[in-house]
């Protein structure tokens, strides 16, 4: 399944791989242990193609950006066994196309973030628009409104949104 997911979405890059094995084992898991109803599964099935879509994009971004960074590294060491300046300032370079590139990654995956929110409603009735807060609401929701039966195995995803809470929040604020 996974290859297929990750073929469908472009994700078949070394880390479309990468980011897309971390997704798809979750839908197998979520279709295939949870006890839900059909229409429930059937209301997963939009949430979980838009975060794969979001997912491919965020591949392609990463891609690019490394892409970017090893044609502007190629060229920086290139410019510099050229440059017999007693300060070698040639080897400087803008670095806007480099932060174009980091931007398009960290809106990506925001973006990602804020699709994948989408499946707590059908699992537990938890209707998020957005990602928010750097995770915290999201961390909040999962403990208010996760049945008990299910708490112990969203401990872990909770432990991964708040101790991620600091740098997410940095991050969002770069950008």
């Known amino acids: 399944m996974q290859g297929t997911l990750t073929s469908l979405f472009k994700m078949d890059s ?80 803008s670095s806007t196309e480099l932060e174009g590139a980091v931007d398009d990654v960290i809106s990506n995956s925001k973006s990602a973030l804020d699709a994948v929110v989408k499946l707590l409603k059908p699992l537990w009735n938890i209707n998020l628009a957005t990602y928010g807060d750097a995770g915290l609401q999201v961390s909040k929701s999962l403990k208010r409104n996760v049945p008990r039966g299910f708490q112990s195995s969203v401990e872990k995803l909770i432990k991964l949104i708040e101790a991620s809470e600091p740098w997410f929040r940095k991050l969002r604020d770069i950008r």
Do not use: W
């Open 14 to 93: 070394a880390r479309g791989m990468e980011i897309g094995a971390g997704f798809t084992p979750l839908c197998f898991e979520l279709n295939q242990f949870i006890d839900l109803p059909d229409n429930k599964k059937e209301e997963l099935f939009e949430p979980i193609l838009s975060t794969m879509k979001k997912l491919g994009r965020l591949a392609d971004a990463t891609d690019r950006y490394a892409e970017l960074e090893r044609a502007k590294m190629e060229q920086l060491i290139e410019r510099h066994k050229g440059d017999t300046s007693s300060i070698q300032v040639s080897h400087q370079d």
